[in-house]
T-cell receptor
Framework: DQQVKQNSPSLSVQEGRISILNCDYTNSMFDYFLWYKKYPAEGPTFLISISSIKDKNEDGRFTVFLNKSAKHLSLHIVPSQPGDSAVYFC?????????FGTGTSLTVIP | ETGVTQSPTHLIKTRGQQVTLRCSSQ?????VSWYQQALGQGPQFIFQ???????GRGNFPPRFSGLQFPNYSSELNVNALELDDSALYLC?????????????FGQGTRLTVV
């Protein structure tokens, strides 16, 4: 049972434009949400997180939005850069176990 | 760089064999979790160790077992390997405390079972 879903396996965006990656979850007990970025042959790298008591968290070019009523999470990257090309995983936790989505492969076209 | 290191980076084993994967946690972290990432999938939680005790387990059979040592390094052992065990195995370290924190991942061990 996939509790965290990323329905878009891939996304292509022009350099300088906004990238929006989406994530849906089913478990209302999740209280912490994260985004990880993964390059080939490397482990996932933490990008940004948000607690369930917030609806937005911003860190430089990266902003995560949380809509608890819709059980929806999104990551905005503005402006997108070619170095952002990677697979992005959203994750959610109820404590210390993380549940991951299947990932979205982002390609930023120069 | 996260400070979490895994060994080996690649491994080929035969069906039925046993394998041990190793992980060195980030300094200051007291918790280690293991994940299996099959091709095209997200990481799937195998189990977590906290203070050398198992602290949660995902939907994996008992032939997947682990250890955490006093220095917080960890091992993942898989017995009676099956072809479907071929995957990237990720170790993640974190710090259990009153606040949620992120987990830091190693680069993974790519296991191929033939």
């Amino acid at each position: 049972d996939q509790q965290v879903k990323q329905n878009s396996p891939s996304l292509s965006v022009q350099e300088g434009r906004i990238s929006i990656l989406n994530c849906d979850y089913t478990n209302s007990m999740f209280d912490y949400f994260l985004w990880y970025k993964k390059y080939p042959a490397e482990g996932p790298t933490f990008l940004i997180s948000i607690s369930s008591i917030k609806d937005k968290n911003e860190d430089g070019r990266f902003t995560v939005f949380l809509n608890k009523s819709a059980k929806h999470l999104s990551l905005h990257i503005v402006p997108s850069q070619p170095g952002d090309s990677a697979v992005y995983f959203c994750a959610a936790s109820t404590g210390n176990q993380f549940y991951f989505g299947t990932g979205t492969s982002l390609t930023v076209i120069p | 760089e996260t400070g979490v290191t895994q060994s080996p980076t690649h491994l080929i084993k035969t069906r039925g064999q046993q394998v041990t994967l190793r992980c060195s946690s980030q300094s200051g972290h007291n918790t280690v979790s293991w994940y299996q990432q099959a091709l095209g999938q997200g990481p799937q939680f195998i189990f977590q160790y906290y203070r050398e005790e198992e602290n949660g387990r995902g939907n994996f059979p008992p032939r997947f077992s682990g250890l955490q040592f006093p220095n917080y390094s960890s091992e993942l052992n898989v017995n009676a390997l099956e072809l479907d065990d071929s995957a990237l195995y990720l170790c993640a370290s974190s710090l259990i405390g009153p606040l949620n924190t992120e987990a830091f991942f190693g680069q993974g061990t790519r296991l191929t079972v033939v």
